[in-house]
């Protein structure tokens, strides 16, 4: 049998602007690599990263090193994935398979058989925009409209909710739908009682869809807004922890809401996202891909990844643009945006 082995490395990476999340302000981040070798194919490695969200994720365990370590140990020693094993700890499962699968592609970082791996076809992303005052916002997405964007992501909930409806309604007044799709996430800010009215509000300004309106772990409440929503829902923080397939449908079947949204660090690793979007279709439901503030080895994998479940030719954008935000990424990772579109390769 070939001889497995990995290296655990860990990494701090500065953001260029304090990012806000569900769970307050991050200013660093810390990952781990984990780089694969074997004995039968030398010379050659795959490297994945593991990079939990604190205080969000699943498996953000204070003994997080030793249980990696643990996994590691056993992927060695079996000689392959157990998926099964790893459910519990989606963080880690995607690092693993990041770094297995660029292992057997003779370690090239083109991780899928796909167009956009061989750098013929770029995935359409969506950009985002922090709230902030009406100007600095507007000049925000003035420069995601001149970079190309014609999607773009906004975050409310984080200041007075009539404040952010006039800036709301400030930008489409300037920039219309045929301009550009917004996008907005409230990263459960509402409360249930207040969720209808502000759908609502926010539906008559053309919003394309809002990601998580209320909390986490309300599968009613939820399933009552889905159900008489007037714009689409997307649930992101309502993924986490639902780690086993049977919990999923029953997730999915209870609340019936109009998307899901992808993170494999978060949502299961590779295999769980795939298991998630296969459930999802089966059921009429949409979804799309983001990654969750990883560095390039995590977000290219992402993207090979929605690139093979989605592509050819992605129309639905994907959030993949979080690759600007720190200031010393991985810059041996071959990809790059140009204009709306992530491409992987050198161009
Ligand atoms: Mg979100």
Redesign the pocket.
């Known amino acids: 049998m070939s001889r497995y082995h990995i290296d655990i490395t860990t990494r701090v990476f500065h953001f260029k602007e304090p990012a806000g999340t569900s769970r307050g302000v991050y200013r660093t981040r810390t990952s781990r690599f984990v780089r694969l070798t074997c004995d039968d194919l030398p010379e050659i490695e795959g490297v994945g990263e593991c990079a939990p969200l604190p205080r969000l994720s699943c498996d953000d365990l204070p003994d997080y090193d030793a249980v990696l370590r643990r996994h590691c140990d056993d992927v060695c020693a079996r000689g392959g994935i157990d998926v099964d094993a790893l459910r519990d700890v989606p963080s880690m499962l995607f690092g693993l398979e990041t770094a297995w699968r660029q292992l057997h592609a003779g370690g090239s970082t083109a991780l899928s058989d796909t167009p956009f791996a061989r750098g013929e076809e770029g995935i359409p992303i969506n950009g985002l925009v922090w709230m902030g005052d009406f100007d600095t916002m507007a000049a925000r997405l003035e420069q995601k409209l001149s970079q190309g964007f014609s999607c773009v992501k906004i975050k409310i909930g984080a200041i007075d909710f009539a404040d952010e409806i006039t800036l709301i309604r400030r930008l489409r007044d300037r920039y219309g739908s045929d301009r550009i799709e917004l996008r907005v996430?409230a990263?459960g800010a509402f409360s249930p009682a207040e969720a209808m009215d502000r759908l609502q509000q926010l539906a008559v300004n053309d919003i394309h869809s809002i990601?998580?309106p209320i909390m986490a772990g309300q599968w009613q409440e939820m399933a009552r807004l889905c159900a008489s929503s007037p714009l689409p829902i997307a649930l992101?923080?309502e993924l986490i922890g639902v780690n086993m397939p049977e919990r999923k449908r029953q997730l999915l079947e209870t609340i019936r809401p109009q998307y899901i949204?992808l993170k494999p660090s978060l949502h299961g690793g590779m295999a769980g996202c795939r298991e998630w979007i296969a459930l999802a279709r089966e059921r009429g439901i949409g979804s799309w891909i983001t990654s969750a503030l990883e560095s390039n080895v995590g977000l290219n994998a992402i993207a090979h990844l929605a690139a093979e479940v989605y592509g050819p030719a992605i129309t639905i954008p994907q959030g993949l643009g979080t690759g600007q935000l720190f200031t010393d990424n991985i810059d041996t990772i071959p990809i790059t945006i140009r204009g709306d579109r992530l491409w992987h390769g050198r161009h």
């Open positions: 996430d990263n990601e998580q992101d923080e949204i």
